[in-house]
């Protein structure tokens, strides 16, 4: 499993590759809190590296949106295969999530909010 964490503009943008293990999951949850409590709450999660999810990415994903917006920040996912939207689609979860086709679009959303909230 690898990750990184790249930021712009005040969005933090985590790549993965892989969210499959619980364990490796949790590393990068609390890679998460940290930036949280470093005030980073708004992120993008590129997963342009990923074909498939199962219950235990979206439970990952659900972990950070709920860490995120209890900081009073989002977060977008960006660059979804057909196999994780069709997940998303079939346990609801795109209503929750703000789904992006490439991290740029994601993050002229949140350049945007930014505008709208000043």
Do not use: C, H, W
Not at 35 to 46: C, G, P
Not at 82 to 101: D, H, M, P, Q
């Amino acid at each position: 499993m690898a990750y990184s964490f790249s930021e712009k503009d005040g969005v933090q943008i985590l790549s993965v590759d892989n969210l499959l293990n619980p364990l490796d999951n949790q590393e990068i949850i609390r890679a998460v809190e940290d930036k949280i409590e470093a005030k980073f709450t708004e992120f993008v999660v590129d997963l342009e590296q990923m074909d498939f999810m199962n219950s235990i990415g979206l439970t990952f994903l659900i972990s950070i949106l709920t860490r995120s917006r209890n900081a009073g920040g989002d977060v977008g996912i960006a660059n979804l295969s057909e196999n994780i939207k069709k997940i998303l689609l079939v346990t609801r979860l795109n209503s929750a999530f703000s789904i992006y086709g490439n991290v740029e679009d994601a993050l002229s959303f949140f350049e945007k909010e930014k505008k709208n909230s000043l």
